[in-house]
Structures are given as C-alpha cells and as structure tokens.
C-alpha cells in the first residue's frame, strides 16, 4: 500500500508541475529561512550555559541615583571584592577584569583589534572556561602568565604550540602562555581574546566603579538569600566611608540595616537610590539588567519572521491543495466506488504533502548554505550548519518543524479532500462545500495581513534609519581623522609639551586642526560620577579630558562663556572646566558662567557652556558632560583628533600617518575616521532594516506565488464560464474586473489590517529613541497600492489569457 501510495504521489505531483514547484519552492524558502534563524537562535541562547556552574555564577554592578539622575553599571569596586570574599560564607570564588588593552605583540609583529584583560588567579575557578591545553588549576597562578582564547592563539602562532611562548601586551610588560581556551565551545558575554595576571590596586572607595566583579556562589546555597546578604553588606559599606559620615552616629560594629544605610547615604551622598546589583551570567547575553534587553527583543522578532515565513509557505500548500479538489474529485469518488475507506485516503493525500515536505527539506539545506554567508557577513557571525557544534539537537529541532509542517500544510487538505461524496462527484457536481472557498479566502488574508505587516514595518525603518543619518547631530565629524595614542608618556603629556607636537602636525599642508581628547563623539567609554554643586546638591557627569580647538575642530557652538584659550593658559590648565547645555540644565544654572562645580574633591569654575551634541545615540538624551584641560598625568588623552581638508585627503591622511610614524616610533600607526564611528553605530540599525528588508521580500514573493497559482487554477476551473461570458458579449475589461474583484477586496482588506497592527508594533519601536519621526502616514497608503497593484498585475495576467481564448476551444468538448 506505502508503495502504491508513493507512486500515485508523484504521478500527481508530476501532473501538476507548475503547483509542485511552487509548493515546494515555497515550503523551502519558509524552512531555510527558518533554519537559518534557528542557528542564530540556538547560538545566542547558548552563551554561558556550557557548563552547569556557571547557573552558580553572577555580575556584579551597582544601581544608583544622584539628584535627577540614574546610573546602573555593571562593575564594582575593588574593596567590595575583597568585602565580599572575607565577609560572606556563601561566596565559593571571586574574579575581577579589567577594561583591559586592544594590542599583543609576539615577535615583533602587532596584533590589533584584540581584547586582551587583566584578572585575578581566580578566574577560572569562578567561569570555568574549558583549557584545551593547559592546567585551569595553575594557568594564572604565576604573575606574569596569560591565557589566549583558541581563535587568538591560531591567529598568532598558527600551528605552533603556543604554551610556554612569551607575548607583550605593552612594548615593556612580558607574560609567559599558560593555557588556551576554547571560545568557539565556551561563547561567553565577556568580550576578551587573552587574560593575563594582573595586580589589582588597593583600592578602598567604594565608590569607584571601575572593575567586572563575578561572584560564583557555593554550591547547594540558598541564591536569593546570598544576593540579599551580599547586598547589605555593600550598602554597609557604601554608607560607612560616607565622606561626612561622623563616625558617632554610626555603630561600629554589626551590620547596619538596609533602612539605616540608606538614610545616611542620602544625607551625606545625596543618593535617592544605591543598590548592587547581582545578574546571573546565563542571562546576561540575552537580556542584561545593565544593557537593556536589545538582543532578546532582536530574537523575538526573527522568531517572529521565521514563523510568518514558515505560516505563508503552509498557507499556499493548503490553498492549492483546496484550489485543486475539483480536479481529484473524481479520482477520490472512484476510489470510494472501488471500496477505499476515508482513512486509507486521507494516508494517501499525507503521502503526498509528506513527499513535496521531503524534497523541499533537502532543498532547504542548499538554500541555508547559500543563505549563510551573507547572513553572517550581515550579523559578524561565523554560524556554520554542517560544523555547528550542536549539529544533532539542531536536527532534531528542524525534524520537529517539519513534522508540524507536515500536520499543518496536509491535514485539512486531506479531510477536506477524503471527504468528497462519490454520488455527487460521479455525476459532474464537485462542489464540496462554500467552507473550502471561505478557508481559501481567510487564508489568503493571513497571508497579505503578514506580508502587508512585514512591508509597512521596513518601510518605516528605513525612514527612520534615514532621519538618522541626515539628523543634525551637533557637530561636524566630515574628514576628521582619530589616532590611537599607544605611548602612555604622549597621552599624559601636559598640554604645553604637546604644542609642539602639534604644531609639527599642523604644518602639513591639508592639516587644519589638531586636538587630543580622552573621548572622541560615539565614543562612550571613560569615567562619570557625581559632582557637588555650591547649592548642597549633585549631578551625574561624564567626565571629557581634552587640549585646546577640541570645539573647534568638531565645530561645536558656543553657547555662552568662552572656550578653552592658551591666553588663560594657567587658569584654564589649573581649575578651568566647561560644560554642555544638559549639565547647566541638570544643576538648575540659569547663568553657569562663573558657577562652581566639585567633582574628586576638586573645584572647577565654569567658563562656558556648550552646545549638547548627540554622542550617547538616537536611544538616549545626551548625558551632563564636563570638559577640562588639566595637566594632572593621571588625565589621560588616548586620542589625536586632526581635521582635514577635503582637497587631497587621502595624501594628507598619508602624510599625517608618515609623521606620526616619526613621532610614535616602534608603533604601527592606528587611525580611522570619525564618520566611521558612526556608522559603527548605526551597524545595528542597518541590521535590523536588511533582515526586515530580506524577509519583507520573501514574505511578499511568496504571497505573489501563492496569489499567481490560485488565479492560475480559479481561470481554469472558470473557463467555461469565461466562454460563455464571450459568446453573451462581455467585452475583456468585463471579464478582468469579475476575476479581480474578489481578490482586490481580499487582498486590500489584509493590508487594512496589516495597517493596525504594524502601527502598534512601530509605534512601540519608534519609542524606543528620543529622536523619532513623525508616523509617516503615506508609506501605509503606498503599501496597500503597492500589494493592490501587484496582484491587479498577477491577476490579470491570468485572466487575460482565458478572456482571450476564443470560446469555441474552451466549449468544443460540451
């Protein structure tokens, strides 16, 4: 029967080849686009979970209010380290990291574009990353030891082995390899190519947050009553070095009570709100207290979009399924006749979906090794489907898709067509019922409804990602170059040593500006805090180390006051300080100029106030920034911001890295253009608009398909119809509008819908950024004529061959 069953499938499928092709072509690009998502999905829901410890393991971060504003970060200092593994019994192990450095040297060669960190001997006790070579137990015993992840070390020292070789992560520091961990079977939140021993300062404030502090706690612990001992234990501290804590009203022994802390860190910090905060690290990649939840909601939507493809490609084969039922009626009332039962039937029509299931599975899979490049070039992956370290459980999954699939795409269409009265059939009526063609309707509308959704919410982000690109962004970062200072001694120059160098940079011909800064515009990184106000209040800074022109070369205005000059050098290099718009706005200055402003113990008088320029991103208000020029060497400016003129930039850019070659010597020169931080930002966006863009275009060809194939078959079944209508006198243009009509409303009605949904969808994206547009209603008008159009077109197209068939063909057999 299995036999006989599977040759009279494919004879059917064989019958109808243009409604195979599309069916199968269709259910591929649903399950490629579906396997595709699903490596991604699988790959990022699999970071920190390789090994059951790590359920044990936390990040360690603070939460707290200054005044008006909030800060969540997530480090820690080094004194609640060392607190927590002296005071609390629940803790089993402790590891710090630093930021860490971008460059290793091995023999001579330079290795940009890493991330190499510094960190405790307890590292690997706390995220048991797993050594491929060497011993976890001892790789970061020794002071001057390192450990490569397995990508870096093949980067660097190919096929040799590399324990026991010596790297530098500075032209002066040494450390022997140690050890070598997988990264590719360990993917972790924690962004780092090497960790090396590191000496942590004694550092006693609580207040410097400067470290990513991991708690691993005790196996078999009660987790939620070690995170609340832990956070009493920092707010203890915290309220104790209190700068004007009096050491009277403050027991010197016992811990204080969380109401108690809180109290004396308001009055003397003026902090509304201080917790630590503790996050599982199996979290963190997906959606982090700190981070925000932008890649959980990233999956969400892809989920969404595999599904809707997965949904549409069902869609057709039941559509086409129903559409064909005249044409199997009197194979099925035959059958009845002949004595096959309803059940052997609906096997045999199972048989059929499960054999197109099958083929446009393996189809599939060459679709997702040609999908895969491009989707990882777009995402800076490296997912592979045949190498994937999960290759079995990803199969299994795909297994359990298809079968829903299967179920899904064949079930009605098998009821539906097993249940054909053979009386009726037998004498010419093939008419099952009007449900098959009311299911045919609703599902063409899901299947525009989805379309229509996906269509309207690319072309609104696009006109979004476009506003964002032409916005005014408050300064001018046209042809400005961004040199990386490798040399501490020239980052920490005081600002009349660096005159020279500046000078000498200047007089290249095409050279019109030259600063340095801690920070560069997009860049987020560097240290922020509170800062007294002479009015007993704080505000939350970011704090901006720059040389004299920094406004100048980024064309950033002037608000009020003046800027940094070299005829104030003495005031200015001593407790000079400029802040922008949000700060005077935060500290509540109707006229900063002359203000004074406290942050490390020191006093700054502000001498003028610029223009907020959006540094943070489209996501969030630009942050209180507060600009110096000090000499202190602590202070350093890690980057040489030169302006150049547009006329022969590329031989200008050339001769600056000539010069700079000269000045930075034993370093190869690492330059890029301010522009192209920016587009470094907007990566994720565009992200986001090409997969909608992909997917937008699947969805749609699809429905197309789907909508083409049914035409097709609706004017073969209606054509006689059509011949009659002919030989009655209905002119072409009649005939075209009776065949549209029906599908016009359906189609014009889905995208209606379409409108309403993906405007709450928009609308709750488009929130998510302090600069928006305003809901661009023409492109919602603009998809509905769009898919009205195209389906007018497919239609019609069908349509227009049987109007034009001359009636005698299509009646010659009555």
């Known amino acids: 029967m299995f036999k006989l069953n599977l040759k009279i499938a494919l004879r059917n499928l064989l019958k109808n080849k243009a409604y195979t092709f599309i069916n199968i072509f269709g259910l591929s690009a649903g399950l490629a686009s579906f ?77 940009y574009d890493v991330s190499v960190r510094g960190t405790d001997s307890t590292l690997l006790q706390t995220i048991p990353f797993t050594l491929t070579q060497g011993d976890a137990k001892t790789a970061l015993a020794k002071p001057n030891s390192i450990i490569l992840s397995k990508s870096l070390a093949e980067r660097v020292f190919k096929s040799e082995n590399p324990v026991g070789k010596v790297v530098k992560i500075n032209p002066n520091d040494s450390y022997i390899v140690t050890g070598v961990w997988d990264d590719k079977q360990n993917p972790s939140h924690i962004v780092a190519d090497a960790f090396y021993r590191w000496k942590f300062p004694d550092d006693q404030n609580w207040g410097n947050y400067n470290w990513a502090t991991y708690i691993k706690l005790k196996e078999g612990v009660d987790a939620a009553k070690a995170i609340e001992n832990i956070g009493r234990l920092y707010l203890d501290g915290r309220a104790r070095s209190s700068r004007s804590a009096g050491t009277a009203k403050i027991p010197q022994n016992g811990l204080l009570s969380v109401e108690e802390a809180k109290a004396i860190l308001k009055e003397n910090n003026g902090s509304a709100y201080d917790e630590a905060v503790l996050e599982p690290v199996t979290n963190i990649n997906m959606s982090s207290y700190f981070d925000g939840n932008t890649k959980e909601k990233t999956l969400y939507v892809l989920s969404a979009l595999a599904i809707f493809l997965l949904a549409i490609a069902c869609i057709n084969f039941t559509n086409l399924a129903i559409a064909q039922a005249g044409s199997r009626a009197k194979e099925i009332g035959v059958k009845k006749v002949m004595g096959s039962y309803k059940s052997a039937l609906i096997r045999q029509f199972f048989m059929e979906t499960l054999l197109q299931c099958g083929m446009a599975f393996f189809l599939s899979l060459i679709l997702v090794e040609l999908l895969l490049p491009s989707f990882n070039q ?167 180390f720059i040389d004299y022109d920094y406004f100048k070369l980024l064309d950033i205005k002037l608000v009020s006051g003046r800027f940094f000059e070299p005829a104030h050098f003495k005031a200015d290099t001593v407790n000079a300080a400029i802040i922008n718009e949000t700060a005077a706005k935060a ?25 907020d320029f959006n540094a943070p991103g489209f996501e969030t208000q630009p942050k209180a920034a507060l600009y110096r020029i000090n000499d202190n060497a602590n202070f350093s400016r890690r980057y040489v911001l030169i302006k150049i003129a547009p006329e022969n930039f590329a031989s200008t850019r050339q001769k600056v890295i000539d010069e700079w070659t000269k000045i930075e010597t034993g370093f190869p020169v690492r330059d890029r253009l301010l522009t192209d931080t920016f587009a470094k930002v907007m990566q994720k966006y565009d992200r986001l608009h090409r997969i909608m863009q992909a997917f937008s275009f699947v969805t749609f060809f699809i429905s197309l398909m789907g909508i083409f194939a049914l035409a097709a078959f609706t004017v073969k079944m209606r054509t006689k119809e059509i011949a009659v209508r002919k030989l009655l006198g209905s002119s072409t243009g009649s005939i075209l509008s009776l065949l549209n009509r029906d599908f016009m409303f359906l189609v014009i009605g889905a995208n209606g819908v379409a409108v309403i949904a993906s405007y709450v969808i928009l609308r709750k994206w488009l929130s998510t950024f302090i600069y928006q547009i305003e809901m661009p209603w023409m492109l919602y008008v603009l998809t509905i004529i769009v898919a009205a159009v195209t389906t007018l077109l497919t239609v019609s197209f069908q349509a227009w061959k049987s109007a034009n068939t001359h009636p005698a063909t299509a009646l010659k057999y009555e």
């Not at 269409?413 to 054909?420: D, I, T």
């Not at 500290?587 to 020191?602: E, F, L, M, S, Y």
């Open 35 to 111: 396997i595709v998502i699903l490596l991604y999905l699988n790959f990022e829901t699999s970071f920190d979970k390789w090994d059951n410890q790590l359920k044990r393991v936390y990040r360690a971060g603070v939460h707290l209010a200054i005044g008006d504003e909030e800060a969540k970060w997530p480090w820690q200092s080094g004194i609640f380290s060392k607190t927590i593994a002296e005071r609390s019994s629940e803790v089993e192990s402790i590891a710090r990291i630093n930021g860490g450095s971008g460059v290793l040297i091995y023999d001579q060669d330079f290795f």
């Open 378 to 544: 777009l995402l800076g992956l490296e997912l592979s489907l045949y190498q994937y370290r999960a290759l079995g459980f990803l199969l299994l999954q795909v297994a359990g898709v298809l079968a829903v699939v299967i179920v899904l795409a064949g079930a009605y269409p098998a009821v539906y067509l097993s249940g054909f009265n053979p009386a009726m059939v037998l004498k010419g009526n093939y008419n099952r019922s009007a449900k098959g063609i009311w299911l045919r309707k609703a599902l063409i509308i899901v299947q525009f409804f989805i379309a229509g959704t996906f269509l309207i919410c690319f072309l609104v982000i696009s006109a979004q990602l476009t506003y964002m690109r032409n916005k005014d962004l408050g300064f001018n970062g046209e042809n400005v170059m961004i040199i990386n200072i490798q040399n501490l001694a020239t980052m920490q120059m005081a600002t009349d040593r660096f005159e020279p160098i500046r000078q000498r940079l200047k007089r290249i011909d095409g050279v019109m500006e030259v600063t340095r800064s801690s920070n560069y515009p997009w860049n987020t990184s560097g240290s922020s805090g509170n800062a007294d106000l002479e009015q007993e209040k704080s505000v939350m800074v970011d704090d901006r």
């Open 587 to 611: 500290a509540g200055w109707k006229d900063p100029v002359g203000q004074k402003i406290n942050r490390w113990g020191v006093e700054w008088k502000i001498v003028g106030v610029v223009r």
